[in-house]
């Protein structure tokens, strides 16, 4: 079954220090990759997605995410964080074929940003 | 627009009873999925919806476990009896089509906790 290692379970940061939270998952072939976050006492919501194309996405909120095929790695990114991205952090993925199409979690990331 | 609802927002039970969560989906989506979230852990895909037929229940634990979307909108899931381990928050998502790229729109979802 796939499975998806989100490495960093808390980060701590200071206001306007920069972001990136690892993620890779299982094993290639085509794959459609997401972040969702959940802001403190909201639901689960979407932050950017990849599909084919560009392997650097842009997100809400200043977010972007870089899909490395050979790394099997699509690891988030925010120059400067803000006190409001304080946050749980998720990255999932979802194969469009075969036995592996439902969409996978992460363990997610809480990110702290001190202000 | 109107996002996914579920109630109750939080239910108390003792091992061995019954418990129940409801969901209403976005309106015109026709994919529905129930999630399991333990602490700590990403969110578990449960079952799928595909309107009111069954697309995955692979990792529903079909013993204890039950849930309908009869008339292919909102849905129930079922718990009986249930155990310490189920202990969790029970996410409700729905997507327009039910395709791999599609985005999931979550719910508040219910934390249930069995005593």
């Known amino acids: 079954a796939q499975s998806v290692s989100q490495h960093n379970h808390h980060v701590i940061l200071s206001e306007a220090a920069s972001l990136e939270l690892g993620c890779n998952y299982s094993?290639?072939?085509?794959?459609?990759l997401f972040w969702y976050v959940q802001y403190p006492g909201q639901h689960l919501q979407l932050l950017l997605k990849y599909f084919s194309g560009d392997p650097l996405v842009k997100g809400i909120k200043g977010f972007e995410a870089e899909f490395i095929k050979s790394k099997f790695s699509f690891n988030l990114r925010k120059p400067s964080v803000q006190w409001s991205d304080t946050a749980e952090y998720f990255c999932a993925v979802r194969y469009p074929s075969g036995s592996a199409r439902q969409l996978t979690f992460g363990s997610g990331t809480q990110l702290t940003v001190l202000p | 627009e109107a996002g996914v609802a579920q109630s109750p927002r939080y239910k108390i039970i003792e091992k061995r009873q019954s418990v129940a969560f409801w969901c209403n989906p976005i309106s015109g989506h026709a994919t529905l999925y129930w999630y399991q979230q333990i602490l700590g852990q990403g969110p578990k895909l449960l079952i799928q919806?595909?309107?009111?037929?069954?697309?995955?229940d692979s990792q529903l634990p079909k013993d204890r476990f039950s849930a309908e979307r009869l008339k292919g909108v909102d849905s129930t899931l079922k718990i009986q009896p249930a155990k310490l381990e189920d202990s969790a928050v029970y996410l409700c998502?729905?997507?327009?089509?039910?395709?791999?790229?599609?985005?999931?729109?979550f719910g508040p979802g219910t934390r249930l906790t069995v005593l």
């Open positions: 094993y290639g072939g085509t794959v459609n």
């Open positions: 998502a729905s997507s327009l089509q039910g395709l791999s790229t599609d985005t999931q729109y």
């Open positions: 919806f595909q309107n009111n037929g069954v697309v995955d």
